[in-house]
Every structure is written in C-alpha cells, then in structure tokens.
C-alpha cells in the first residue's frame, strides 16, 4: 500500500519516540491510507485515499 495521499499529498513523517526516561529514538508517523474507488470525471477509479479526506468529502465515492 502505498503511503502517500492522491487528493491532498499527505505522506510519511518522521518524529521521535520518546520514552519515559526521556531517551529518543527515530520513527515514522503514517497516514491511515485507504484504497477506495472514486468517482473521476464521472468515471469510477481506484484511489489510494487518506481517511481525512474520505471524511471531509474532498472525493466522491463510487457506488
């Protein structure tokens, strides 16, 4: 699956895990990427899709 958004561009970001004694260590941060079919110029297609965009109606889900 890939982890970047097709609507917004919405990908991968990196962070630090902390722990309780304070100490960092690297991680990644990824968006809840959905693979769903969209309606495209009134044709349906298959998208890979964040959830804030499904939610926020920035796309058409096909029926």
Do not use: L, W, Y
């Not at 561009?9 to 809840?32: A, E, L, M, V, Y």
């Not at 009134?42 to 499904?54: S, Y």
């Amino acid at each position: 699956m890939a982890n970047k958004c097709e609507i917004c561009g919405k990908g991968q970001t990196t962070g630090s895990s902390i722990s309780r004694s304070r100490s960092k260590s690297k991680r990644t941060f990824k968006p809840n990427i959905q693979k769903i079919r969209v309606m495209v110029d009134g044709q349906p297609r298959r998208m890979n899709v964040c959830t804030t965009c499904i939610k926020s109606d920035r796309v058409v889900k096909a029926p």
